[in-house]
């Protein structure tokens, strides 16, 4: 990490511990906690400027709207006594402004993102050990630090995402802890058996090449080819699994999409409330699905659509697809690798949520609700930078 970046104020380095925590979600809990309440005493002796929270309503606005509409679900739901408990989401929500209050400068942005990519490098590192002791297939896959393997999967993918966008920015950079960091990490995510994440990261590479080299498109196919080959027998028989729609747990996946079309279509504005997906999806499920209960439904947008209604998805949509669109422009600005790796993190968790219920991953919706924060922050650190230029001369 850069030697030079440090955190001013104990707010903002007790946000970092929070981001950097997520192996332990009751610690990450504490710290972000603490960030609040250090923030709110900060605030109170040492008034501030107006952050860039305040100057940034593509944010600010379907972030509000988020919230107001899981009161509502929650006060409609079929039992409101159940869905309350997804209240506790307010807490994790609180990354996203915390960040625009806190975190201004770009080697501040860096840092943490370093950050994250080392405590994903290390739970990596933990995951592939975990195949020396007895984990390693698909009723034992392996999952770091973390409870689940799609969580650990899901981390993996961002920092993976992450790191790549560092390393084509400055490909000359072999002495870069870096390059053995992402080979950790990749193994760790192909060890994780776990497809939705391989899926999201080729889409992802494909994207990358052709906002960076489009001839590179040609060797892809030669390239999959031979890792499909080299690749162990559980991790090829995964890959080809993936389009195969005889395959039980993909079938699964289409009864879990039809059985959410059907409570969209009988509460479209404010869902079944949240929490109640899993308690009556036996009401909706296809009489031929494989299971008779899900925990959810293994995509965000169908998931957050049968609980909280299509408003909730519309505005959840705007809160990415707004910071993916600044990013993006921001990269083809500045090229800069700080908004290509906030695009294409984002890129990469959107698709993986066609798969899986990412969004409703605590441990993943923190980074994602910081990542969603730094596209808006790197165009203000230009501003600034400007400012001071034009004040100079």
């Known amino acids: 990490m850069e030697a030079k970046a440090r955190l001013e104020g104990w707010p903002a380095r007790l946000y970092a511990l929070h981001l950097w925590a997520i192996v332990a979600l009751f610690l990450s809990n504490v710290f972000l906690c603490l960030t609040i309440v250090a923030e709110l005493i900060t605030r109170r002796f040492s008034p501030r400027q107006p952050s860039v929270w305040a100057r940034t309503p593509h944010v600010r606005v379907p972030f509000y709207l988020y919230i107001a509409l899981l009161a509502i679900s929650i006060a409609v739901s079929y039992d409101p006594r159940m869905s309350l408990r997804a209240g506790g989401e307010i807490l994790s929500l609180a990354t996203l402004p915390l960040a625009f209050v806190l975190i201004r400068r770009r080697r501040n942005i860096r840092l943490l993102i370093d950050g994250f990519c080392v405590v994903a490098t290390g739970s990596a590192l933990w995951g592939l050990a975990q195949l020396l002791t007895g984990y390693g297939d698909l009723h034992h896959r392996i999952r770091g630090r973390f409870s689940h393997y799609m969580t650990f ?10 790191l790549i966008s560092h390393l084509v920015s400055h490909p000359l950079s072999w002495k870069n802890w870096r390059w053995p960091a992402l080979v950790l990490v990749n193994l760790g995510l192909v060890g994780s058996l776990t497809r939705s994440a391989w899926v999201a990261l080729v889409a992802t590479l494909i994207v990358l090449a052709l906002m960076r080299a489009p001839k590179s498109l040609l060797a892809f196919i030669p390239i999959g080819a031979l890792l499909v080959l080299l690749a162990p027998a559980g991790v090829r028989e995964r890959i080809l699994s993936i389009g195969d729609l005889h395959n039980v747990t993909n079938y699964d996946r289409l009864c879990m999409a039809e059985a959410g079309l059907h409570m969209i279509a009988e509460k479209p504005f404010f869902g079944l409330g949240p929490r109640m997906v ?9 009489p031929t699905a494989p ?5 959810h439904l293994h995509n965000t947008y169908l998931q957050l659509a049968a ?6 998805l519309g505005v959840y949509l705007w809160l990415v697809l707004a910071a993916m669109t600044v990013a993006y422009r921001g990269y083809r600005r500045e090229r800069n690798e700080l908004y290509l790796g906030a695009f294409l993190a984002l890129l990469a968790f959107s698709l993986a949520g066609l798969f899986e219920a990412n969004w409703i991953d605590t441990e993943i919706q923190r980074v994602v609700l910081f990542l969603v924060a730094v596209p808006y922050l790197l165009r203000e650190s230009e501003t600034e930078e400007e400012t001071e230029t034009l004040r100079a001369g």
Do not use: F, K, M
Not at 278 to 286: A, D, F, G, V
Not at 291 to 295: P, W
């Open 278 to 286: 899993r308690e009556r999806y036996p009401i909706y499920r296809s």
């Open 291 to 295: 299971r008779d209960t899900v925990q």
């Open 153 to 162: 999967a899901g981390v993996l993918l961002l920092a993976d995402v992450l």
């Open 307 to 312: 609980g909280r209604g299509l408003p909730a």
